[in-house]
Nanobody, 124 residues
Framework: QVQLVESGGGSVQAGGSLRLSCVAS????????MGWFRQAPGKEREGVAA???????SYADSVKGRFTISQDNAKNTLYLQMNSLKPEDTAMYYC??????????????????WGQGTQVTVSS
C-alpha cells in the first residue's frame, strides 16, 4: 500500500523559511516522479515543484529562486525548502508520486498517489 506522509508545515512571518518533508512507502521510491502541489482556499490546486527519477527538476514561476525541491532516495524522503516566504504562499501543501509522461511535470493528473497535506501559513 502506497503511503505519502507530509510534515514540516506551520505558521511563519513573511520572509521566513520552512522545510517540508514527505516520507514515502509501499513502492520503489526511486522509480517515480515526485512533486509538491498546493491549494489555497477558493483556488485551484497548482504544481509547485517536481523532481523526476533522473534528477530533473521543474518549478512554478511563482516560486523559482525561493523554493528548492530535493530528495534522499536512501530515506525515501522528498523535501521542499521554502525561503523568502510570502503571504501568497499560504496553502495546504501536498506531496505526490507518479509514473509521468512528461519529465518532472507539474500537472497534477499525471500523479497517481497523494499525501494528506500539511498546512503552510505565512503572515504579513
Amino acid at each position: 500500500q502506497v503511503q505519502l506522509v507530509e510534515s514540516g508545515g506551520g505558521s511563519v512571518q513573511a520572509g521566513g523559511s520552512l522545510r517540508l518533508s514527505c516520507v514515502a512507502s509501499g513502492y520503489t521510491y526511486s522509480s517515480y516522479c515526485m512533486g509538491w502541489f498546493r491549494q489555497a482556499p477558493g483556488k485551484e490546486r497548482e504544481g509547485v515543484a517536481a523532481i523526476d527519477s533522473d534528477g530533473s527538476t521543474s518549478y512554478a514561476d511563482s516560486v523559482k529562486g525561493r523554493f528548492t525541491i530535493s530528495q534522499d532516495n536512501a530515506k525515501n524522503t522528498l523535501y521542499l525548502q521554502m525561503n523568502s516566504l510570502k503571504p501568497e504562499d499560504t496553502a495546504m501543501y501536498y506531496c505526490a508520486a507518479g509514473v509521468v509522461v512528461v519529465t518532472a511535470t507539474l500537472e497534477g493528473p499525471e500523479y497517481n498517489y497523494w499525501g494528506q497535506g500539511t498546512q503552510v501559513t505565512v503572515s504579513s
